[in-house]
C-alpha cells in the first residue's frame, strides 16, 4: 500500500513538472511570435526606447522626439553650456522607407530571453540625418574648443625623485581633440541624445596610460633594478663615479614600455669623459736624451675612447644587472694613464740629428745614426707621435718609382716606417737633405734587426726636430782632408805652387754643404795671393833684367856700328 501511495505521488510530481515545462513551453512560443513583430525589452532605435514596441510605435516616438531637436554641450568645469539647434544640423528623420520594419525582420525571436538581461540598441544612419560638416563648424567655435589657456591631459608615467623611479599619476585635462570629439557628437545626434556632457561623454583628451597600469608598474620595477647596479670606472690613479641621478638620466622606456636608454645623455657623459682622459692626436711633451725638453706634435698615438662601443658595453651591463667596476672601451690605447702616456717604452727619433735612441723600461737598448725622408724633393718623414702598427719580416716596400726587399719593416705613419737599408754605406749626417729616403727611416742592419726584436704592435714612436743638434760628421771629415792639405802649404815660397793647387783641387771637390766647414780656408786665399804676388814680383824682376840685357845689347851695336863708320873713313883718306 505504501509503494502504491509513493507511486501516485511521484506520478502527481511528474504531471505538474510537464504541466509547467508545457506553459512555460507556450509562453516562450508565445513571446516568441510576439518579438517577431515586436523589439526586444531593454532595446532602442537610435537613441528612442523601443521595449515591446511596434515598427509603427517606434517611428512615431522617433517623429515626436525629432521635432525641436537641439543638442546641448555641457561643461562642468565652469558649469556653462552651449546649445546648437536642429536647424544648424540640417537634422532629418526618413521615416517613409522601411528602415525600421527591416530592422525589426533582422530580429529573431526566440532569441528574446536573452535580452531580458542584455540591452540592444539598433543605430541606423538612414534614420537620422544631418549635415556633419555643419555639426562640426558649430563646434568649432565653441568656447571649449578655441580656449588656449587650457590643462593638458597626460599619461601616467614614471619619474626619478632622487632614489628610485616611481609612478607619476595621470592628469585629466581639459584640451579636446575635435576629431575624437565629433565622433561622440556624431552618435550622440544619430541617437537625438540632447545633452552631451564634456567630462562625462569623454570629449576631453583621454590618458591612454593610467597609475594603475600593470605594464608601468613593471617598468618602473625593472627600472629601479637597473638603478640598483654601482658603476665606476678606474683610469689609471684615477677614479669615476656615475652618480644615480646621472644613472637615472640615461635610462628611459620604449613604446613597449620595455627599459630603453637616452642616447642623447649616455653620449654626453662619455663624450665628456673622452674630454677629459683622451690624449689620442694631443702633443706630446718628451724630455730628450740631448738632454733639453721638446714638444712632439700629436698624431696617432694615445688613448681614445670608443665612444660607441662604450654606450653599447653599458647598455648591456645595466640590462643585465651587473655592477660595473672598469677601465673605459678604447679604440686606440697607450702605455699609460698617468704622466706621459706614452711611458718609458719608446723610439725617440731625433730628425735634425739623424739619430735615435730605443728605450725600453726606461733602459736606452740601442741608439743609431739612420737616414730619414729626403727633403730635397718633398719627401721629408712627419713628425708627431705614432705607434708600430705591425712588424713584419722579410717584406717587399713599393711606391710609385721603387720596389725595395727589407729584411724588418716597423711601419708607424701610412708608408712611412723604420726598416733596413742594406743598399747604404753610410747613415746619419746630412746625408736625407738630397740622398734621403722616400719617408721611412732607414736603419743599418743590425740595428734594424735589434729594434725588431724589441718593439711590437702599439709601440711608441716619437718623431722631432732639435736645432742645434745637426750632425756634420761626413761633411767635417771631407773639410779635415783640404784643412790637412792647406795646413801643409806652410811659408809660401816661390816652390809652394804645388801644395797651393792641390790644396785649391781637393777644396773645389767638396759639395757646397761641405765647404763652409773648411775652417781655415783664408789662409788658401792668402797663400794664393802671395804665390801669385811671388810669381808677379819674379815676372817683373825677369823682365826688367830682360829689358837692361836688351839695352845694353843695343848700346853694344851703337858702338861697333861707329867703330865700322870711322875704320872706313880712315881707308878712304
Known sequence: MRNFMEKVKEKKVFIIIGAVVVVLLA???????FFQN??????????????????????????????????????????????IPGEALDLE??????????????????AWPYYLFHKKDYVSEKVVTFNESGLKSEVEKLAPVTAKNVTETQNATYSFNGSEFVIKEEVY?????????????????????????????????QPTVKSDSKKLKKLVDALNECMAIS????????????????????????????????????????????????????????????????????????????????????KEEILAGKDVSRDFVYK??????????????????????????????????LETD?????????????????????????????????????????????????????WRSSFGGQIYKTSGSHGCVNLPSSAAGTMFSYVSAGFPVLVYELPGTENYKYEEAAAANVINA??????????????????????????????????????????EASYNQIKADEAAAAAEKAAKEAEEESKDKDDDSKKDTSDKSDSED
Not at 579636446?176 to 583628451?205: F, R
Not at 805652387?497 to 766647414?517: C, H, V, W
Open 370 to 422: 739612420f737616414v730619414s725622408g729626403n727633403i730635397g724633393k718633398g719627401n721629408g718623414t712627419h713628425t708627431g707621435a705614432y705607434f708600430i702598427m705591425y712588424c713584419e719580416k722579410d717584406a717587399t716596400l713599393r711606391g710609385d718609382n721603387y720596389e725595395s726587399h727589407v729584411s724588418y719593416w716597423m711601419p708607424f705613419h701610412g708608408n712611412e716606417g723604420l726598416h733596413d737599408a742594406t
Open 38 to 83: 515586436h523589439f526586444y525589452i531593454r532595446s532602442s532605435v537610435n537613441g528612442v526606447k523601443a521595449s515591446f514596441a511596434s515598427a509603427k510605435t517606434v517611428k512615431k516616438r522617433i517623429e515626436k522626439k525629432s521635432k525641436d531637436y537641439e543638442l546641448t554641450i555641457i561643461d562642468e568645469s565652469n558649469d556653462k553650456s552651449y546649445t
Open 93 to 110: 528623420t526618413s521615416l517613409d522607407h522601411n528602415e525600421i520594419e527591416s530592422i525589426l525582420e533582422e530580429q529573431n525571436g526566440f
Open 173 to 205: 585635462g581639459n584640451n579636446i581633440n575635435i576629431d575624437d570629439m565629433m565622433k561622440v557628437l556624431d552618435l550622440k545626434v544619430s541617437c537625438l541624445e540632447e545633452e552631451v556632457y564634456l567630462e562625462g561623454d569623454k570629449c576631453y583628451v
Open 486 to 527: 792647406i795646413n801643409q802649404i806652410g811659408a809660401v815660397t816661390t816652390n809652394s805652387g804645388d801644395l797651393i793647387n792641390n790644396a785649391r783641387a781637393l777644396y773645389d771637390s767638396l759639395t757646397e754643404m761641405q765647404k763652409p766647414f773648411v775652417s781655415n780656408y783664408d789662409v788658401l786665399l792668402q797663400a
Open 332 to 365: 686606440y690605447t697607450a702605455n699609460s694613464h698617468d704622466g706621459n702616456d706614452y711611458g718609458n717604452s719608446y723610439v725617440e727619433v731625433n730628425l735634425t740629428a739623424q739619430h735615435l735612441y730605443l728605450y725600453v723600461d726606461g733602459n736606452c737598448v
Open 231 to 314: 658603476i665606476s670606472y678606474t683610469v689609471g690613479s684615477q677614479t669615476e663615479e656615475v652618480s644615480k641621478t646621472e644613472l637615472a638620466g640615461w635610462l628611459s622606456a620604449d613604446e613597449n614600455m620595455e627599459v630603453s636608454f637616452n642616447d642623447e645623455a649616455m653620449s654626453a657623459y662619455v663624450s665628456s669623459m673622452a674630454s677629459k682622459y683622451n690624449t689620442f692626436g694631443k702633443a706630446k711633451t718628451l724630455k730628450t736624451t740631448w738632454g733639453s725638453e721638446v714638444t712632439v706634435p700629436g698624431g696617432t698615438y694615445g688613448w681614445k675612447i670608443d665612444e660607441e662601443g662604450e654606450i653599447a658595453q653599458l
Open 27 to 33: 509562453l516562450y512560443l508565445c513571446l516568441s511570435v
